[in-house]
């Protein structure tokens, strides 16, 4: 006892089995058991002298946390926490630059196809306007083909007969030629030949046949200053003589004998 | 000071409703011992989460190991300061702990460094002014040391430098002083 044995022992500074030797001793000696007893009683009330009341908040959170056996909350410490949200939070701010940047270049190439656009759109209507006109020079030009493979046939075919008309005495120098084929009853003018003056708004040319001394209408025509093609006029089996009188406009039933131009007979 | 009244019992009352495993025993046990435990580990660590969580740690183990709890071999308190210090001085040297320790702050340390010089009258050090006066400051030094950092008696004579026979001599001398003191 005189050793201090106990006093190590309510301090908690003593080996395992010097801790034995004491607990046997004190079962066997209810002296040295008041003796330690009385230590120990002394050294609580130093320690309660020295407490320190901790937080109020703490009380149930110790409470909860043994009557419901979380006992390793503590292992999740508030710092390692904080360390965790340090670690997240710097690939974060790199991906939202790369998102800025992606942005950006997004709008451009929106804005550079934007224009492209425009520009294009601009060529295919000049396209357009292009084909349109080749168009109508195509149809213009199919015209003028089918058109002079009319005038070809009337040249190449035996049946049709030339006929020159000679100016009247009203016109001495007045001059046409008529082709015209009896079996396919067709009739035709040559405009270039024509030797006729302009004829004015309000009247036009109109060609007749003589068929048995009466004169039967073949259709009007103008005689204008370039003037060249070939016309085709109504059609007639029968004619002994063709004849031009200068009529009002559209033509007239029966000719006016004075102002007859030409006139030629077979 | 919302909380109801504390619960208080007498020790064989206490030790009889832990070992039937009643809520009230934890209870008990809380309202009449954390003050005097959280003396103890605050004074082995200083940082005021990490200390809170030790006081935890040992509710939760005095909880599931009072089996090897005895009347035979001594006091309550005795067993539950024991447990206390050990955790605490465990956690104090543990890996986790001393990393955290390197990795504080500047300004962390400006403030617990406050904490530790500063002067602030503390309402619970009242009594200890008597206490003071019973022992001598070289007692006293040594039962900190001893009791309430959880130093051995040989590490603590080789911090004061005084021979390990005259430790003896003085924790001897200081528990009599106080034994006179509380009687």
């Known amino acids: 006892m005189e050793t201090g044995i106990l006093e190590l022992y309510v301090l908690g500074d003593i080996s395992p089995q010097e801790k034995l030797q004491v607990e046997e001793m004190v079962a066997k000696h209810p002296l040295i058991k008041a003796e330690l007893e009385e230590i120990e009683l002394s050294m609580e009330l130093f320690a309660q002298e020295n407490a320190i009341e901790p937080n109020e908040a703490l009380r149930s959170r110790i409470l909860n946390s043994v009557l419901t056996n979380f006992n390793d909350d503590s292992t999740f410490s508030t710092v390692a926490n904080k360390i965790e949200d340090n670690v997240i939070s710097l690939p974060a701010a790199k991906s939202s630059s790369f998102y800025k940047y992606a942005f950006a270049a997004c709008l451009a190439l929106l804005l550079a196809s934007g224009v492209a656009l425009i520009s294009l759109y601009g060529k295919l209507q000049d396209s357009y306007t292009q084909i349109a006109t080749l168009q109508t020079n195509n149809q213009h030009f199919a015209n003028q083909v089918n058109f002079k493979e009319g005038e070809l046939q009337v040249l190449r075919d035996t049946s049709f007969k030339f006929l020159k008309l000679q100016g009247t005495a009203h016109s001495p120098d007045a001059g046409l030629t008529v082709a015209w084929s009896p079996a396919r009853k067709k009739v035709w003018i040559d405009l270039r030949s024509l030797k006729m003056p302009v004829n004015d708004s309000t009247h036009q040319y109109q060609l007749w046949a003589l068929v048995g001394g009466k004169p039967v209408d073949l259709g009007v025509f103008d005689k204008t200053a370039d003037s060249t093609d070939m016309k085709e006029m109504k059609s007639t089996a029968l004619a002994d003589a063709f004849a031009v009188t200068l009529e009002p406009k559209g033509g007239s039933v029966s000719p006016t004998m004075d102002q007859m131009m030409v006139v030629g007979k077979f | ?183």
């Open chain 2, 1 to 183: 000071m919302s909380r109801k009244q504390k619960i208080s019992l007498s020790e064989e009352e206490l030790v009889l409703a832990l070992r039937n495993r009643e809520k009230i025993a934890i209870e008990a046990l809380y309202d009449m011992y954390s003050s005097s435990l959280y003396g103890v580990i605050s004074r082995i660590i200083i940082d005021t989460p990490t200390s809170e969580d030790v006081l935890q740690e040992t509710f939760v183990k005095i909880w599931h190991s009072f089996s090897s709890y005895s009347t035979e071999k001594g006091r309550l308190f005795t067993w539950m300061i024991n447990i206390a210090r050990n955790l605490a001085i465990d956690k104090l040297r543990s890996k986790d702990f001393k990393n955290q320790n390197k990795n504080q702050e500047l300004e962390n340390n400006v403030t617990s460094i406050d904490e530790q010089i500063n002067t602030i009258y503390k309402p619970e050090l009242l009594g200890i002014k008597d206490l003071v006066e019973t022992l001598k400051p070289e007692q006293k030094s040594i039962l900190d040391l001893v009791y309430f950092k959880g130093y051995t008696h040989v590490e603590a004579a080789e911090e004061l430098g005084i021979p390990l026979g005259t430790i003896k001599t003085r924790l001897r001398m200081a528990i009599q002083q106080l034994r006179k003191h509380f009687n």
